[in-house]
T-cell receptor, first 118, second 111 residues
């Protein structure tokens, strides 16, 4: 079946502009995660959506970053007033959520959006 | 200090070598331990996972977790050029928790 898809695959923007990154999770996956991968910091968690629960925003680096998930499916990550340090690969992942807490739920990653802020 | 530390490498080995990749961590609440493989310009893909301590073997790959030492390892036997990729260790507290990653190590297997 289809995996996690992200668009655009590449985005070049000027400092100060806003950008929107899109993630289409695997159908039926109720959990959705955003991560950021940069050379200096590695792969870091940004935000987590699970069903109708309030999202876990604990990884967002500043209030310029926000994300929403509409209808429990597609998610959009928005970065306002982009800065050069925002340049990174933004990865989305989705997973099933099991009823038993010990059940391992694999996170499937998309190919990422490579953001370059000039 | 980051929660998960991984030797950044890079690492270059000849084909057929045994490769050992390691991570240490500081958060004793981690229960799930994973190794992801990432090829250039692709998203990470899960290679192996272990719940709590112990060993797990899958073909040429063996994952080890020592919770008492807060140390995890991935061994690759009979390494192949197709194993050339970036390997990331990752951990999480609960089944649905966020992943905390090491920085990753780039492995090159020379023919």
């Amino acid at each position: 079946g289809a995996g996690v898809s992200q668009s655009p695959s590449n985005k070049v923007t000027e400092k100060g502009k806003d950008v929107e990154l899109r993630c289409d999770p695997i159908s039926g996956h109720t959990a959705l995660y955003w991560y950021r991968q940069s050379l200096g910091q590695g792969l870091e968690f940004l935000i987590y959506f699970q069903g109708n629960s309030a999202p876990d925003k604990s990884g967002l680096p500043s209030d310029r970053f926000s994300a929403e998930r509409t209808g429990g499916s597609v998610s959009t990550l928005t970065i306002q007033r982009t800065q050069q340090e925002d340049s990174a690969v933004y990865l989305c992942a989705s997973s099933l959520v099991g009823a038993r807490n010990r059940l391992f739920n694999e996170q499937f990653f998309g190919p990422g959006t490579r953001l370059t802020v000039l | 200090q980051k929660e998960v530390e991984q030797d950044p490498g890079p690492l270059s080995v000849p084909e057929g070598a045994i490769v050992s990749l390691n991570c240490t961590y500081s958060n004793s609440a981690f229960q799930y331990f994973m190794w992801y493989r990432q090829y250039s310009r692709k998203g990470p893909e899960l290679l192996m996972y272990t719940y709590s301590s112990g060993n797990k073997e899958d073909g040429r790959f063996t994952a080890q977790v020592d919770k008492s030492s807060k140390y995890i390892s991935l061994f690759i036997r009979d390494s192949q050029p197709s194993d050339s990729a970036t390997y990331l260790c990752a951990m999480k507290i609960g089944a649905n928790s966020k992943l905390t990653f090491g920085k990753g190590i780039t492995l090159s297997v020379r023919p």
